[in-house]
């Protein structure tokens, strides 16, 4: 075994694709995004490998990695176009594996506001045609049958995972209620149109994967005319924020590591660490220098799927104390209607004031901070642009102007970033 893992070290540099993100921790672990190619240059173990993505090296988690075939390296030289724009095979794909999944069922904000909707729910939920939309390991399928009584639950899943839900079901006691369907939602035949369509299909910066395509799709297909959509509505939220430690980590370090001036490679420090936005930060409630404010609102009964392609928000914040102007933070917040009319609405809130959740918010770290006093404002807007080509993708643009208070100055600062997520 030694001599072939020496033999692998001195093998020649190969190309990997990213299976699902990855966020790097510590200096020389290397960040990427699904769909990523990463030449991988040496196999120091199992677990790590050292590879480099657009030249930037660091270790990757070999887990993460899958070899490009020669195949599809001879596919790319006839037709780079024939990637499949809603990259399926990497988004199932990873779907079909455990992490993802473990991942959500630990998070016990999102997993309990989920089945807390059912319990609240339970006696309007009995004899009720339930559908449950990217069921994943059937979680809020299992909770349907074993707090409610509806007369049946439809729980698709596309990804290979399907198989092993069917087990779930069937360990769980509930294979009379919950019938597992495997395909896409867009594309499955149901026998029936259902009362209720609940699905769990929130990304980054609520819409980053833009799983909700599918459940508008499945809506105007499969919900019967009064049925309830859950989640009912969705909110961004988005406010003016310091990121400190985070400026003074991936910026600041550079001013005098170990006594020497490294300031030359901030602009590269910039373009690396601020051009993307930084999701899973969390930011304390100190941060915020305003009042944060939702600035897009969705109603899942109306939102269409063409909406989707941009989607747009304004703001005007008032500094409520002086400090360092980073950036903006983002989060979600999306609500359950009672289905007793008047019944009291479920809320599951992503945001600093709330239980974390394993989206935390997303950071979008300005070029160069700005210092902000009590009585500034901050107005602008906000663009969710989706990417016409990758269709799990968008790019979010903001525009903002900083008026003075103190009447002496009549600087208004005004800039505009757009950050690509993540294509
Ligand atoms: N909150 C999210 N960001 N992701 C959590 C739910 C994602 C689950 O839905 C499945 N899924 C996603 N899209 C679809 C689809 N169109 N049809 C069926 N299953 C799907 C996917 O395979 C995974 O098991």
């Given at each position: 075994m030694e001599a072939e893992k020496?033999?692998?070290?001195?093998?020649?540099?190969?190309?990997?694709?990213?299976?699902?993100?990855?966020?790097?921790?510590?200096?020389?672990?290397?960040?990427?995004?699904?769909?990523?190619?990463?030449?991988?240059?040496?196999?120091?173990?199992?677990?790590?490998?050292?590879?480099?993505?657009?030249?930037?090296?660091?270790y990757v988690p070999a887990s993460y990695l899958r070899l490009v075939t020669a195949e599809?390296?001879?596919?790319?030289?006839e037709d780079v176009s024939s990637e499949d724009p809603w990259q399926d095979e990497e988004y199932f794909g990873s779907y079909g594996t455990l992490r993802l999944h473990l991942e959500m069922l630990s998070d016990k904000s999102r997993t309990?506001?989920?089945?807390?909707?059912?319990?609240?729910?339970?006696?309007?939920?009995?004899?009720k045609v339930v559908m449950d939309l990217g069921c994943g390991t059937g979680i809020i399928s299992l909770f349907c049958a074993q707090l409610a009584q509806p007369s049946v639950v439809y729980a698709v899943e596309a990804s290979s995972m399907a198989d092993y839900t069917r087990q779930l079901v069937k360990q769980n006691g509930c294979e009379e209620v919950v019938t597992v369907l495997q395909g896409r939602a867009e594309e499955i035949e149901l026998p029936e149109q259902v009362d209720v369509l609940v699905s769990e299909w929130m990304g980054n910066c609520l819409l980053f994967e833009f799983m909700v395509e599918s459940v508008l799709?499945?809506?105007?297909?499969?919900?019967?005319?009064?049925?309830?959509?859950?989640?009912?509505?969705?909110?961004?939220?988005?406010?003016?924020?310091?990121?400190?430690?985070?400026?003074?980590?991936k910026m600041a370090f550079w001013e005098r590591p170990y006594g020497l001036d490294f300031t030359p490679l901030q602009p590269l420090a910039q373009q690396e660490f601020f051009t993307k936005p930084k999701f899973s930060h969390l930011i304390e409630p100190d941060d915020c220098l305003t009042t944060p404010c939702d600035v897009i609102c969705l109603d899942m009964y109306t939102l269409q799927v063409r909406d989707l392609e941009e989607m747009k928000g304004q703001f005007h914040f008032c500094v409520e104390k002086s400090g360092v102007f980073h950036g903006f933070t983002a989060w979600f917040t999306v609500h359950f209607e009672s289905l007793e009319a008047g019944g009291a609405a479920v809320e599951l809130n992503t945001g600093p004031d709330s239980e974390p959740t394993h989206w935390k918010q997303t950071l979008f770290m300005l070029d160069r901070p700005v210092s902000v006093c009590a009585g500034d404002s901050i107005s602008g807007s906000i663009v969710l642009h989706r990417n016409p080509v990758w269709r799990r993708h968008m790019t979010v643009t903001l525009q903002w102007s900083i008026n003075s208070s103190t009447e002496d100055t009549d600087n208004c600062q005004a800039g505009t970033k757009s950050f690509p997520m993540w294509r």
């Open positions: 020496e033999d692998e070290d001195e093998a020649s540099p190969e190309e990997y694709v990213a299976l699902s993100d990855f966020i790097g921790g510590g200096s020389d672990q290397l960040s990427f995004s699904s769909g990523d190619r990463l030449v991988v240059h040496s196999k120091p173990s199992a677990e790590w490998w050292w590879a480099a993505l657009q030249g930037v090296p660091g599809e390296e001879e596919e790319e030289e309990e506001t989920y089945r807390q909707v059912i319990l609240s729910n339970s006696a309007s939920l009995k004899n799709q499945a809506r105007d297909r499969w919900l019967r005319d009064g049925g309830v959509m859950w989640p009912s509505s969705a909110a961004l939220t988005l406010v003016p924020c310091q990121a400190d430690s985070y400026y003074t980590e």
